[in-house]
């Protein structure tokens, strides 16, 4: 394969991943992101896996998952149902078998051990170690900074697209995006 091929091939499953990354709640079936790519749905689903190693029904549950972490341990407010509807799945059940596969943990574990309250977030960083050893006083802070809104004008980024583990990953593309 030619690489002006390998590299439309490549940005074509970037603009897939981009996709399913904005849309990951939804059902996407494989006819709308092998049209997204502009490959049948057949030769989309041999692309895909081709580069990135993993099917698409396997990529777009593990965007889901990975999106589960944070509700599980921030959103407490939330129920385990709530979470797997809104990440798209249709029960809690069939959410926590998978869940389970990819950590082998339960979420409910995986919640008990991780959920914090409020107060607590603020001691995460590794940069606040003495403040952990303080005992938590209702007071403001004043060297957090100020916090400020602003209305921007649109402007382009650029990402690179990464696959694989830091070390020995490899840059699939850059893109820019609006």
């Not at 490549?10 to 502009?38: H, T, W």
């Not at 509807?85 to 995986?110: H, M, Q």
Request: net charge positive; with cysteine; charged share 25%.
């Amino acid at each position: 394969m030619s690489d002006n091929c390998k590299n439309e091939y490549m940005s074509r499953i970037c603009k897939v991943q981009d996709y399913i990354e904005v849309n990951y709640f939804q059902n996407v079936s494989v006819e709308k992101l092998a049209e997204v790519a502009g490959f049948s749905k057949y030769h989309f689903n041999r692309i895909f896996k081709s580069i990135l190693n993993e099917s698409v029904c396997q990529y777009v549950n593990r965007i889901r998952i990975e999106h589960s972490l944070f509700l599980l341990a921030y959103r407490t407010d939330r129920s385990l149902t709530d979470i797997a509807l809104e990440l798209g799945y249709t029960d809690s059940a069939i959410f926590s078998r998978a869940f389970k596969n990819n950590y082998g943990i339960s979420p409910y574990a995986y919640r008990k051990k991780h959920s914090t309250k409020c107060k607590e977030n603020i001691f995460i960083s590794e940069y606040n170690e003495l403040e952990k050893k303080k005992k938590w006083v209702q007071k403001s802070y004043s060297n957090l900074g100020q916090i400020q809104i602003e209305s921007r004008n649109e402007m382009s980024a650029i990402y690179v697209r990464h696959i694989g583990d830091y070390k020995s990953g490899s840059v699939l593309e850059f893109r820019t995006r609006n």
